[in-house]
Structures are given as structure tokens and as C-alpha cells.
């Protein structure tokens, strides 16, 4: 909270919309520059034997996984962004249509306020329980058997 001045000019100054994905930004760059920083200090002095050359394959076959495996969470944050703005439009779309479409016609046939809010939720709820199974099937329909 100390930070949100700097963090608002930041925002400002790179045109960023939204404070999480600026935020998921600068952990990564601070990330990066700790283990740029990291890299540059040896870990252990590597004696003259023969094992050095297994050493060194092994070494950098598993620098490569870590490599892969920050790019894959890389990847993995931004399509967690891409997928929140998603839900976002599509609930503030949702939400608009029934406030200014559903709702004005069912308050004129007597619909109280708390009975709309109830159908909404209700409706609401339906679409996860459809979203939920849908996900549950293609998450089975990909398991091997």
C-alpha cells in the first residue's frame, strides 16, 4: 500500500490499464534480475576429474527444464490475464443486458427488486454448474486410460 504513488505513476507513465497485470510484471522483472544476479555467482567450484564433462551435460540439460518451465509459467500468467479480462467483459456484459434488458421488463410485470436479484443468481449459478461440467467432461475425456 506504501508503494501505490509509484505504482500509479508507473501505470501512467507505460499506459497499463489494471494494477494486477502491472504488478505481475514487475514481480517477473524483479524476478529476472535476481537470478541474472544469482547466475553470475558460482554455486560450487567444479573440481578437474573426468565426471566434469557428465557434470556439465547434466548441468545444462537441467538449466534448459528451468528455462522451459519459466517460459511455461510465463505463458500460464498471461493466458490467467487474458482469461480474467475475458470473465470480466463477459459478466459486466452479462450483468448490463439484465439490468437494462431483462430487468426493466420483469420489474413492469411486477418483479420485485430482490426477486430479480434472485433470478440472477439463479441464472448465474446454472451457467457455472453448466461451465463446471462441461470443464469436468473434457478434463475426463483427456485422462488416459
Do not use: H
Not at 537441467?62 to 500460464?76: A, C, D, N, P, T
Not at 490475464?81 to 411486477?110: C, I, K, M, T
Amino acid at each position: 500500500m506504501d508503494q501505490i504513488d509509484t505504482i500509479n505513476q508507473i501505470m501512467k507513465e507505460t499506459g497499463e490499464p489494471t494494477e494486477s497485470v502491472l504488478l505481475r510484471k514487475l514481480v517477473d522483472e524483479a524476478l529476472a534480475a535476481r537470478r541474472k544476479k544469482n547466475q553470475s555467482l558460482p554455486l560450487i567450484q567444479e573440481p578437474d576429474t573426468e565426471a566434469n564433462p557428465r557434470l556439465q551435460t547434466i548441468e545444462t540439460l537441467l538449466m534448459r527444464i528451468v528455462r522451459q518451465g519459466e517460459i511455461s509459467l510465463r505463458i500460464e500468467d498471461v493466458c490467467l490475464g487474458l482469461l480474467q479480462d475475458v470473465l470480466v467483459e463477459a459478466y459486466a456484459s452479462r450483468r448490463l443486458s439484465w439490468e437494462f434488458l431483462v430487468g426493466p421488463e420483469l420489474r413492469n410485470g411486477g418483479v420485485d427488486v430482490n426477486e430479480l436479484e434472485q433470478q440472477f443468481k439463479l441464472q448465474t449459478d446454472r451457467a457455472k454448474d453448466y461451465a463446471y461440467g462441461l470443464a469436468a467432461q473434457i478434463k475426463e475425456s483427456q485422462n488416459p486410460r
